[in-house]
């Protein structure tokens, strides 16, 4: 797999569990929280759909040779900005794994799109009020 294809699947797997807009080639739109792709074939997995008539669909799987676009509706979570806020505070003690969906705070605290998710202590503490400070700061 060279280079390009990797990247290019890094970040569709950053669409995963985010709000997409699908169209279709025959035009049709749907929008859904993307839950899977399949990587050979760019199949896709939605739940939660509506079509472009606003129709609730529980589930839906569309064939990637029938998808002509993809987009994210939602703006996507920016780790790594997240990850420069936290290193102004706790210089060389914060490892980003952006591919991996978090952050490392002195190799015991671990941090998500969601916020302080392991970790406890006055330094957890200290991570997450920062973490609703950049989430305060992304909204306006």
């Not at 294809?5 to 279709?24: G, H, N, Y």
């Not at 991996?100 to 998710?117: A, L, N, P, R, S």
Request: with cysteine; proline share 2%.
């Amino acid at each position: 797999m060279s280079v390009a294809q990797r990247k290019f699947f890094v970040e569709i797997s950053a669409l995963l569990d985010q709000i997409v807009m699908v169209m279709t080639m025959d035009g049709k739109a749907y929008h859904g929280t993307l839950v899977g792709v399949n990587p050979d074939t760019l199949s896709l997995c939605l739940t939660n759909a509506k079509d472009e008539k606003g129709m609730a669909i529980h589930k839906l799987v569309l064939n990637g040779s029938a998808v002509s676009q993809i987009s994210a509706v939602e703006q996507l979570f920016n780790l790594g900005a997240l990850a420069e806020r936290l290193i102004k505070v706790f210089p060389r003690m914060v490892r980003l794994y952006e591919d991996k969906g978090f952050i490392w705070v002195m190799d015991k605290i671990k941090v998500t799109k969601e916020g302080v998710v392991e970790g406890t202590g006055p330094a957890a503490e200290r991570v997450q009020t920062i973490y609703e400070h950049f989430i305060n700061e992304m909204k306006a």
